[in-house]
């Protein structure tokens, strides 16, 4: 499996520059400009009521939908992408970036600010929402800076919205001071009025959508789906991404992907593994079953080359068959105690990891799970599947919860 990546290319290239711009020369961009202390509140808080809808329409057949604008929304290609440009009345316009291939919500966020950071001081690097729009996750951040101008230092704020839609895979700007909810309001619209020409993907038998905040601070998401295959087999995607602070200034993002084929009784037939961090590949691991419980894992790990074969001493875990083992034996309390191997090619490539997962309390579903030295809180449903998940961060809490969750596993 390859994990989907981003060219941003182009992407506010200039949006903190140190000679102005009329928006119509670049239609990107809105150059800051210096304003006394006391005006740059107001300026912040700027917002725009509800403007006409304008229909869109790609120049090439390959999409439709609608977006708010004073005007109607022109194109051009570049390299590939097709960049949108909607006037709204203000300095600088809407500009969106339509990617003929999927993107990694993490590696389109660390390209954005890199390229803010070449040219200004960066003052604050943040995601301000996650969230599911048309059953893609869709998250919005924001990079608050300062520019050196002829006239003094000015403050700019470059507004972000990544859209990982495989059909229509989207990434929308805004480089002005304000504005923050009308560019959510414009683009959550825009996302969720678009319809591929395409055949549409087949809907999962399963679906569910978790949140990942540090502190009540959106840092993450995890989209998981389960659909049926040819004799009874089931295949599992998760598509998962992290947007961690490392100061007020800076972010480590992760991607994660990894698909999961197993068989009728829930054993363990194929594995994919993908994980990006800052948008550059770093794990890349594949694990077929060669019979019974020997297995192939082939692929790349922290740049080394890997091959080889290894046997199970018992089943290899997966997503069906544990959620099976909880649901019929750990919280009902026949068992206290389960050890699984499962192989996780994040912390061991070469061979299965044990996992010990442990009953919490006569009531509810709450039961822990310990891999090495991590340990993790987790509450399921009646059906075995995660609905929340605290994970110990130094001296904080990571906690992953469901939001959203529609059919059968």
């Not at 917002?47 to 057949?61: F, I, M, N, S, W």
């Not at 300095?91 to 993107?103: H, R």
């Not at 679906?207 to 840092?219: D, N, T």
Request: hydrophobic share 35%; with cysteine.
């Amino acid at each position: 499996m390859r994990l989907r990546t981003t060219l941003l290319l182009g992407l506010l290239t200039g949006c903190a520059t140190t000679s102005a711009s009329k928006p119509e020369e670049t239609p990107a961009e809105a150059a800051p400009t210096p304003a006394p202390k006391a005006d740059l509140k107001t300026l912040a808080a700027r917002e725009l009521p509800p403007l006409t809808k304008q229909r869109v329409a790609a120049p090439d057949g390959s999409f439709t939908g609608e977006v708010e604008g004073a005007g109607a929304p022109t194109f051009q290609k570049q390299e590939g992408i097709l960049i949108m440009s909607v006037p709204l009345g203000t300095q600088g316009p809407l500009t969106c970036f339509v990617y003929a291939e999927p993107l990694d919500a993490g590696g389109a966020l660390s390209r954005l600010l890199g390229m803010v950071g070449q040219h200004t001081e960066i003052q604050l690097a943040r995601t301000t929402d996650v969230r599911l729009i048309n059953e893609s996750p869709t998250v919005y951040a924001e990079a608050q800076y300062l520019v050196n101008m002829p006239q003094g230092k000015a403050a700019g704020l470059a507004k972000l919205m990544v859209h990982t839609n495989e059909q229509v895979p989207l990434v929308c700007t805004h480089d002005e001071l304000g504005y923050t909810e009308s560019f959510k309001r414009m683009t959550s619209g825009l996302a969720s009025s678009l319809k591929a020409s395409g055949e549409p993907k087949p809907a999962p038998r399963y679906a569910e959508f978790h949140l990942v905040r540090i502190q009540g601070h959106p840092v993450g998401f995890e989209r998981r789906t389960v659909s049926a295959v040819a004799g009874g087999s089931k295949l599992t995607e998760v598509e998962s991404s992290l947007f961690l602070p490392r100061s007020a200034k800076e972010m480590m993002t992760q991607d994660t992907r990894h698909k999961e084929l197993a068989d009728k009784d829930g054993r363990l037939v194929a594995r994919d593994y993908a994980r990006a961090t800052n948008g550059e590949l770093d794990i890349q691991m594949s694990l077929e079953q060669v019979k019974g419980r020997e297995y192939h894992y082939e692929g790349t790990h922290s740049g080394k080359e890997l091959k080889g074969n290894f046997k199970a001493t018992q089943d290899l875990a997966t997503d069906p068959s544990t959620a099976k083992l909880l649901r019929e034996q750990l919280v009902p309390g026949k068992k206290k105690e389960l050890t699984m191997q499962v192989y996780s090619a994040a912390a061991n490539p070469v061979a299965p990891t044990d996992q010990v997962w442990r009953r919490e309390s006569t009531e509810g579903r709450d039961v822990t799970v310990e891999m090495g030295p991590m340990k993790v809180a987790l509450t399921v449903d009646a059906q075995g599947m995660v609905e929340k998940a605290v994970v110990p961060v130094g001296k904080m809490e990571m906690v992953q919860e469901r939001v959203s969750v529609s059919g059968t596993p």
